[in-house]
């Protein structure tokens, strides 16, 4: 085999591989700062929204993080705001639920999903996640004997909110005192 | 140079990558539950369709055909990425609805197919308008059968109820086999009326 017909295509494809792996990193690295910004932002508006009474969210870091819990947030008016990302039917459902100083939840909401659209999808509604608001103890979707009532044909997506919210308010009752 | 028009038209309805072609089917079938989804999907694989179609057509010359496909991969790929990382910098409304789809669109074969079957072989304009062709036609499939899913499926169009609340919804079309069955059926009925007119 004539080694210009192996060498040629090689090179052409490495080059075309290096100009785009350049040119990815020049847009990530632009897109890096503000990225982060927008994902901050819609963060701290989604803390607000399920804690409406807080204006300030400090990060927990000194904390052990059990089962799907995520991260967990001081608020100041004595409250927590805590994620979990408990597995949906499409993979991780991430959610976030805020609960007051009495372990009373303040509000929840499904921040990132892969759930089916039209089906699934709908925990971003607030037909769905309203339900938790006002809610304490343990929680569980009618199905299985708790007054949550799941999105029409999925309850996979149902009962995976109401384990983070449960796992929320386990993660308080044991440990909300403490800090 | 092929006549910009009759290109669209091409990708429009002679060679629509959906109903003639029958291409690029996972995300035809996986995210038509509803219009808008359905729409946006067909949109952002036009825009990746038509920036791949050009550079595609660019490099044709430089690109031994031994390695095109790969080199086309690559191609596409970085578009993707890059449509993916202004969107979340700049424009976070539009990729929180878009967002689960663009990464997609990198395993959408149709955009393969354009590179490969029309831009490695034509010049970068005439593989624009292919790709703006293919794209809209892409976007017309995919629209089309999000509205059909979603009125039989939900009783809306475009989120806005249209059906009485008393009448039955058939939740079974926004569901996976759904998809099957109004795809079946539009193609179906396509080719009645294209037979009809030949006879």
Same mark, same amino acid.
């Given at each position: 085999?004539n080694?210009? $017909?192996?060498?040629?295509?090689?090179?052409?494809?490495?080059?075309? &591989? @290096?100009?785009? &792996?350049?040119?990815?990193g020049?847009?990530q @690295?632009?897109? &890096?700062?503000?990225?982060k910004?927008?994902? $901050?932002?819609?963060r701290?508006? @989604?803390?607000? &929204?399920?804690?409406?009474?807080?204006?300030?969210f400090?990060?927990?870091?000194?904390?052990?993080?059990?089962?799907?819990?995520?991260?967990?947030?001081k608020?100041?008016?004595?409250? !927590?705001?805590?994620?979990?990302?408990?597995?949906? !039917?499409? *993979?991780?459902?991430? #959610?976030?639920v805020?609960?007051? %100083?009495e372990?009373?939840?303040t509000?929840l909401?499904v #921040?990132?999903?892969? $759930?089916?659209?039209?089906?699934?999808?709908?925990?971003?509604?607030?037909? !769905?996640? $309203?339900q !938790?608001?006002?809610?304490?103890?343990?929680?569980?979707v #009618?199905?299985? *004997?708790?007054?949550?009532?799941?999105? #029409?044909?999925s309850?996979i997506t @149902?009962?995976?909110?109401?384990s983070?919210a449960?796992? %929320?308010?386990e993660?308080?009752?044991?440990?909300?005192?403490?800090? | 140079?092929?006549?910009?028009?009759?290109?669209i038209k091409?990708?429009?309805?002679?060679?629509?990558?959906?109903f003639?072609?029958?291409?690029?089917?996972?995300?035809?079938?996986?995210v038509?539950?509803?219009?808008?989804?359905?729409?946006?999907?067909g949109?952002?694989?036009a /825009?990746?369709?038509?920036c791949?179609?050009?550079?595609?057509?660019?490099?044709?010359?430089?690109?031994?055909?031994?390695?095109?496909?790969?080199?086309?991969?690559?191609?596409?790929?970085?578009?993707?990425?890059?449509?993916? =990382?202004?969107?979340?910098?700049?424009?976070?409304?539009?990729?929180?609805?878009?967002?689960?789809?663009?990464p997609?669109?990198?395993?959408n074969?149709l955009?393969?197919?354009?590179?490969?079957a029309? /831009?490695?072989?034509?010049?970068?304009v005439?593989?624009? =308008?292919?790709?703006?062709?293919?794209?809209?036609?892409?976007?017309?499939?995919?629209?089309?059968?999000g509205?059909?899913?979603? =009125?039989?499926?939900?009783?809306?169009?475009?989120?806005?109820t249209?059906?009485?609340? /008393? =009448?039955?919804?058939?939740?079974l079309?926004v569901?996976?086999?759904?998809?099957f069955?109004?795809l079946?059926?539009?193609?179906a009925?396509?080719?009645?009326?294209?037979?009809?007119?030949?006879?």
């Open positions: 085999m080694t210009k $017909e192996v060498i040629k295509p090689a090179v052409v494809l490495l080059i075309i &591989a @290096s100009v785009a &792996a350049a040119a990815l020049a847009v @690295s632009i897109t &890096a700062e503000p990225i910004i927008q994902e $901050e932002q819609t701290a508006a @989604s803390m607000k &929204a399920v804690m409406p009474d807080a204006s300030n400090e990060e927990i870091t000194d904390v052990e993080l059990t089962g799907s819990l995520t991260a967990i947030y608020a100041d008016n004595g409250g !927590f705001v805590v994620t979990a990302a408990p597995g949906g !039917f499409g *993979g991780a459902v991430d #959610t976030m805020g609960i007051d %100083a372990g009373v939840i509000g909401r #921040t990132k999903h892969a $759930e089916t659209p039209g089906l699934g999808a709908k925990a971003t509604e607030p037909d !769905f996640y $309203e !938790f608001t006002g809610k304490s103890g343990t929680l569980a #009618t199905k299985d *004997g708790g007054e949550i009532v799941p999105i #029409t044909s309850t @149902s009962r995976a909110v109401a983070g449960n796992e %929320a308010l993660w308080f009752a044991a440990n909300g005192g403490a800090y | 140079m092929a006549n910009p028009l009759k290109l091409n990708g429009l309805i002679d060679e629509n990558p959906t003639v072609q029958v291409i690029g089917m996972c995300p035809t079938l996986a038509t539950s509803s219009a808008i989804n359905g729409i946006g999907m949109l952002s694989t /825009a990746v369709l038509i791949a179609n050009l550079f595609v057509s660019l490099l044709r010359k430089v690109i031994p055909d031994k390695v095109r496909i790969p080199c086309f991969i690559v191609v596409i790929a970085t578009f993707v990425t890059v449509i993916e =990382f202004l969107l979340k910098a700049y424009l976070p409304a539009l990729n929180a609805s878009l967002g689960l789809y663009i997609l669109i990198v395993v074969c955009i393969l197919a354009r590179a490969e029309f /831009a490695s072989k034509n010049g970068p005439a593989s624009v =308008f292919d790709g703006i062709g293919m794209g809209l036609g892409f976007t017309l499939g995919l629209g089309v059968l509205l059909v899913r979603e =009125f039989i499926g939900a009783g809306t169009l475009f989120d806005i249209v059906l009485p609340e /008393a =009448f039955p919804r058939t939740l079309f569901m996976a086999p759904g998809a069955f109004t079946g059926c539009l193609m009925a396509l080719n009645y009326f294209r037979n009809k007119k030949k006879a």
